[in-house]
């Protein structure tokens, strides 16, 4: 990936944490979002990945406004 793409794919996703409330809801605490995104990510490597993949799409589209 290239430099330029990067940094728009890191503003992008910072964009997707602040819309998602979380700076809000956690004052701001860099350690708290972080140990929410592990949390995540802990999610992900469990056998209901694609279960949880599926819940937080489809959360996400409904946030967007996308037809599912």
Not at 9 to 21: N, R, T
Not at 24 to 47: H, K, V, Y
């Amino acid at each position: 990936m290239k430099r330029r793409e990067r940094t728009r794919q890191l503003i992008e996703l910072g964009g997707l944490v602040a819309k998602s409330g979380l700076v809000e809801l956690t004052d701001d605490d860099r350690a708290a979002i972080f140990g929410a995104l592990l949390d995540a990510a802990s999610q992900l490597r469990s056998a209901d990945r694609g279960q949880q993949l599926l819940l937080w799409r489809r959360r996400g589209k409904r946030e967007f406004g996308i037809d599912q």
